[in-house]
């Protein structure tokens, strides 16, 4: 059974910065297409970033976080980083790791997600 593990949420103030990881486990076949999405309250979840496996180099932005947030692989497989810069209370929410090995970009038709964790900006 695949496994995503977020960690890295908190509560900073505006212009400050957080790095959001996740690991997914369990998985055996090829490497992910891997993704973050957020969910405030009273909104539909919306596509954050999203990066192709190992090798594609292929990264997606949400028109919101472009210039402020970063996706990356780790080093380890199936493992993504998002670096988040330039805070704004927009940015609140809670965000969630997804994985799928087909390439939905931004779209949420993920088949793994994680349980998410908490992003909350303080103005």
């Known amino acids: 059974q695949v496994q995503l593990v977020e960690s890295g949420g908190g509560s900073v103030q505006a212009g400050g910065s957080l790095r959001l990881s996740c690991t997914a486990s369990?998985?055996?076949?090829?490497?992910?297409?891997m993704g973050w999405f957020r969910q405030a309250v009273g909104k539909e979840r919306e596509g954050v970033a999203t990066?192709?496996?190992?090798?594609?180099?292929?990264?997606s932005y949400a028109d919101s976080v472009k210039g402020r947030f970063t996706i990356s692989e780790g080093n380890a497989k199936n493992t993504v980083y998002l670096q988040m810069n330039r805070l704004k209370p927009t940015d609140t929410a809670i965000y969630y790791c997804?994985?799928?090995?087909?390439?939905?970009?931004?779209?949420?038709?993920?088949?793994?997600w994680g349980q998410g964790t908490q992003v909350t900006v303080a103005s």
């Open positions: 997804a994985a799928d090995s087909w390439a939905y970009e931004l779209n949420p038709y993920y088949k793994y």
């Open positions: 369990g998985y055996t076949g090829r490497r992910l297409w």
């Open positions: 990066i192709g496996p190992d090798g594609t180099t292929i990264t």
